[in-house]
């Protein structure tokens, strides 16, 4: 099993930054990706940045430019640093774990950006 704790959500201005963090611990395997996504009232979870342990990225079209996704493999930790935040930036994010044959939801972590 694969354990994920998310912190860093809260309530910002628009225009504002928020630094996400998620832990993973456990079963971990170096090779995975690891990944952010958000998920607002009444929308669908969706994608906002992944990142391989090889440090390729890809992002959400309504993200890039703003948010940054990073890791530090020891331990295996991501990072999102969310720059010039809009109000429909607000959601739950929530991280996923995935290696082959397995995947792990973290509980999320709230974002509220005001206008």
């Known amino acids: 099993q694969v354990q994920l704790v998310e912190s860093g959500g809260g309530l910002v201005q628009a225009g504002g930054s928020l630094r996400l963090s998620c832990a993973a611990s456990?079963?971990?395997?170096?090779?995975?990706?690891m990944a952010w996504y958000r998920q607002a009232p009444g929308q669908q979870r969706e994608l906002v940045a992944l990142i391989t342990n090889g440090n390729d990225t890809n992002y959400g079209d309504s993200v890039k430019g703003r948010f940054t996704i990073s890791r530090d493999n020891t331990p295996n930790t991501i990072y999102l640093q969310m720059n010039s935040l809009k109000p429909e930036d607000t959601g739950i994010y929530y991280c996923?774990?995935?290696?082959?044959?397995?995947?792990?939801w973290g509980q999320g972590t709230q974002v509220t950006v005001s206008s």
């Open positions: 456990g079963s971990t395997s170096t090779i995975n990706s």
């Open positions: 996923r774990y995935l290696r082959t044959g397995f995947f792990a």
